[in-house]
């Protein structure tokens, strides 16, 4: 079981900026995508960004060119930088571990983003 804890969140103004973090541990596969999902009111949960062990990542369309995902594998991290934000950002922000290749899946408990215009 892997276990994840999120930081980071919190109350930004319109063009402003937050760095999220997540840390993994537990039983950690070697090969594994990590990365970030939001959901906000009402709406369905969409992919923000996503890394693999191997750097590839991977953006939503809402979010390229403003945010950036980076991952530390020694340490078991994740980050994702986020500039220029705008009130449609506002959601919880879900960290994700998925270590596909032995059918293992897990969530953070998300945390809350708030952007005022």
């Known amino acids: 079981q892997v276990q994840l804890v999120e930081s980071g969140g919190g109350l930004v103004q319109a063009g402003g900026s937050l760095r999220l973090s997540c840390a993994a541990s537990?039983?950690?596969?070697?090969?594994?995508?990590m990365g970030w999902y939001r959901q906000g009111p009402g709406e369905q949960r969409e992919l923000v960004a996503t890394?693999?062990?191997?750097?590839?990542?991977a953006y939503g369309d809402s979010v390229k060119g403003r945010f950036t995902i980076s991952r530390d594998n020694v340490k078991n991290t994740v980050h994702l930088q986020m500039n220029s934000l705008e009130p449609e950002d506002t959601a919880v922000y879900y960290c994700?571990?998925?270590?596909?290749?032995?059918?293992?899946?897990?969530w953070g408990q998300g945390t809350q983003v708030t952007v005022s215009s």
């Open positions: 537990g039983s950690i596969a070697s090969i594994n995508v």
């Open positions: 890394i693999t062990s191997g750097g590839s990542i």
């Open positions: 994700n571990y998925n270590a596909y290749r032995i059918g293992a899946s897990n």
